[in-house]
């Protein structure tokens, strides 16, 4: 392979830093584009492109050829370190990222969460201590003078570990130390200016006495570089050599630069000037921007809206799911070769819990059931009311539970026509239901997959809600729920004046369509902050009456730990040597026992303890309090979810690819042989993903907990807290104990 072909295929993929960067841009987009609405004099396009130009080098520092050639080329990583201590930290912090990353944030985390912190005397005291000139330069200095002895450095090429925490040293301390030069707004020095000059100094003379030592060194530093294999014709010295004019001349560069910079302005005359002033505020009558609306977003929103968008998707998901059927009954039932082994359990289960994250149940928007029961309701009547007692999530928990056994017990995800005879039935439920029954009763009260996504959509950015309330209240035609002439009103009965959160909201956007004043849209909202706020719901009522939701709650979080659990091997093997010795033949016994104890017994129990010691702290009842807490470990589960179906993604992404070419094989539509052996993405650190994935959900998770337990006892929340946290708490290490076994590789040949 030459050099060309080496570098065109070494850029990788890393999720991590891919998502945590693009999240970071994201947060500062939004506070920045908040701060130029108030201050367009200071947070102009200037600071936005170079704080994401920051973040792009930041990457490509991590996931170019740079970092794949950094354990054979000196050179390569030498401009590696370059970009991340001369070129990132100084374009971040010319993004003055204070203000639009804490703007950026939802308001009631940063003044509830982040606020009691950032008010914390000792942070304030910690804080002007590292960010003290003499600290900073120490800082950059040592980590610099650190990282180049010898046996350091090549602990660093040889461990990725290391590697990854040499990285964040250097991006640390230089960020530290670019912040006394550049002093992002609204920062101010206590030093004058010119002491910057010998602070950079200082610095380009420690610079200067690397790149020398390694520019004219006449033998090899680093020994890793003379063992490994060589690229682009340099020898180990010459590479060794060049590596050191490349700190020296473009190090010297950005160090003289600012010297020279404010060199010239300390030296020239002064002159008086004065500060561009800011633009008058609004007056206070003005409307103030709304929240995000995906409605409103250029070309997608009018797509979203469009009479034959959902139709459009669902007609592709009935068409994907009749293949499914048809090759599940009719082709090998090998579940790596066959389309419903694949599809269903690794890539549908995937894309529906990232859309979940991202935006919304977009997953019902599209479902194919109700496209084939809308078009059942053709002949039938659809006329008959869900019976008064059956109208509660119990029907869902139950089948939820069989179901979590069945999946085990029966081996669901290695069995192609039984994966079938799933969707089959599901078509046939929601045909017979909703043919009968009127008002979306299939989905509301039965649909297991259903009740999946509206519970983990209650942690999802988006919400299907009213823009202005002001207009509703002065509406009298109700056509969000009741409908028009031309358009049906919500199924679900949710009144959207009165509705808060995704609980049974399919994003049918029939509300939207109805509405006559165009009040109603998909709108940005607080993650998760509805689970802490008790209100009496359009349709759902309040939480805290709700049992049946809040034990459909605890089955889909717990259930979120048991099946991911059910995969690994310490628990496999505990299994088979359970059955061989209680002498079963199968383990339909032993997972009907786990599954009872795990997913009902087990969190009815705990659930019951943390109610029966917190409501006395509360002022609750124990049934109040066990439902509301219950609602608040949503977001755990699906942090767990998220970070079991991530890896089954990245272990079997590929696999579709030969499926398929067999399914067109198979009719005549394309020849050759099929290659089974696809690669993995599975990737070094893809538990670290899973772990930010986990943590994510788990710190929201105690962040409900903790503003509910203070908006009930705002004086003392700790007690009414606790039992809660240490179950949220039991689950996360359970959760990474999961992450770090192995895990069967379910959709692969190799599982």
Not at 43 to 69: E, K
Not at 114 to 140: E, K, Q, S, Y
Not at 185 to 213: E, H, M
Not at 330 to 357: D, E, F, I, K
Request: charged share 15%; glycine share 6%.
């Amino acid at each position: 392979m030459n050099l060309e072909t080496a570098i065109a295929t070494s850029w990788t993929f890393q999720p991590v830093p891919a998502f945590g960067l693009a999240a970071t841009a994201l947060i500062y987009f939004l506070g920045w584009n908040r701060l130029r609405r108030q201050a367009p004099h200071r947070f102009t396009p200037y600071r936005l492109l170079s704080f994401l130009g920051g973040l792009v080098t930041i990457y490509i520092a991590l996931a170019s050829p740079l970092d794949a050639f950094a354990s054979f080329l000196l050179i390569s990583h030498m401009v590696q370190h370059l970009l991340l201590t001369m070129v990132a930290p100084p374009l971040i912090l010319l993004g003055f990222p204070q203000l639009p990353l804490l703007l950026g944030l939802p308001r009631r985390f940063v003044s509830q969460g982040l606020g009691p912190f950032l008010r914390w005397p000792v942070f304030h005291a910690i804080v002007d201590r590292i960010t003290h000139p003499i600290v900073c330069w120490v800082l950059f200095v040592s980590s610099n003078v650190i990282w180049h002895i010898p046996q350091f450095y090549d602990l660093a090429l040889r461990h990725r570990g290391w590697h990854e925490f040499e990285h964040f040293c250097f991006l640390v301390t230089s960020l530290l130390f670019w912040w006394y030069v550049i002093l992002p707004w609204p920062s101010r020095s206590k030093y004058p200016r010119w002491t910057v000059i010998p602070y950079l100094l200082g610095a380009d003379l420690q610079n200067t006495a690397l790149a020398a030592f390694l520019s004219f060194s006449t033998k090899v530093i680093y020994p890793t570089y003379e063992a490994a294999p060589r690229l682009g014709g340099f020898s180990p010295l010459e590479d060794q050599n060049g590596a050191g004019a490349i700190m020296w001349v473009p190090g010297s560069i950005v160090f003289l630069f600012p010297v020279a910079y404010i060199a010239i302005q300390f030296l020239s005359p002064k002159r008086r000037h004065a500060e561009p002033a800011p633009p008058p505020r609004p007056p206070a009558t003005s409307r103030r921007a709304g929240p995000f609306d995906l409605l409103r977003v250029p070309y997608l929103g009018p797509l979203i809206r469009s009479r034959y968008f959902r139709t459009g998707l669902q007609m592709t998901m009935f068409g994907l799911a009749l293949a499914i059927i048809l090759d599940g009954l009719l082709g090998p039932q090998m579940s790596p070769m066959n389309l419903a082994g694949v599809l269903p359990w690794t890539h549908w289960r995937a894309a529906t819990v990232l859309a979940l994250l991202i935006a919304g149940n977009f997953f019902c928007m599209a479902c194919p059931f109700t496209f084939v029961r809308d078009l059942g309701r053709k002949f039938l009547p659809a006329r008959f009311v869900w019976p008064r007692a059956l109208r509660s999530k119990w029907i869902a928990v139950g089948i939820l539970v069989v179901y979590f056994w069945a999946y085990e017990a029966f081996d669901l995800w290695d069995n192609p026509a039984a994966t079938s005879g799933v969707f089959i039935l599901y078509f046939l439920g929601a045909l017979l239901i909703d043919g009968f029954f009127k008002d979306a009763s299939f989905c509301k009260y039965v649909c297991p997959v259903g009740q999946f996504h509206f519970v983990q959509s209650l942690v999802s950015p988006l919400q299907v809600r009213v823009r202005q309330p002001d207009v509703c209240a002065s509406c009298r035609t109700y056509d969000c729920i009741k409908g028009n002439a031309t358009q049906r009103g919500c199924e679900l009965k949710l009144f959207q004046p009165r509705k808060a959160g995704n609980m049974d909201c399919t994003f049918c956007l029939d509300c939207i369509k109805a509405c006559p004043h165009d009040n109603v849209g998909i709108l940005a909202t607080p993650i998760a902050t509805d689970l802490s706020i008790d209100l009496p719901r359009s349709s759902v009522g309040r939480y805290a009456k709700r049992l049946d939701l809040a034990s459909l709650v605890l089955v889909l979080t717990f259930g979120a730990f048991a099946n991911a659990a059910g995969m690994v091997v310490p628990v496999l093997n505990w299994l088979d040597a359970l059955n061989k010795q209680l002498g079963l033949s199968s383990d339909h016994l032993p997972t009907a026992i786990l599954g009872i104890l795990t997913l009902v017994v087990l969190p009815a129990l705990l659930a019951s303890w943390a109610a029966a010691l917190s409501r006395k702290h509360l002022g609750l009842t124990q049934r109040e309090t066990f439902c509301r807490f219950s609602m608040a470990l949503a977001p755990l589960g699906f942090g767990m979810w998220i970070a079991h179906f991530t890896f089954h993604f990245f272990t079997a992404a590929l696999t579709p690819i030969p499926v398929i070419h067999r399914v067109l094989r198979d009719l005549g539509l394309a020849g050759g042989e099929v290659q089974w052996a696809v690669p993995s993405w599975a990737f070094y650190d893809l538990p670290a993903l899973e772990l930010a994935l986990l943590g994510l959900g788990f710190l929201t998770s105690l962040y409900i907990l903790w503003r509910l337990a203070s908006s009930l006892r705002p004086s003392r929340p700790f007690p009414g807290f606790l039992p809660w946290g240490l179950i949220a708490v039991a689950l996360y290490v359970a959760g990474v104990w999961i992450i770090f076994q192995p895990m069967q590789m379910r959709g692969t040949m190799m599982h």
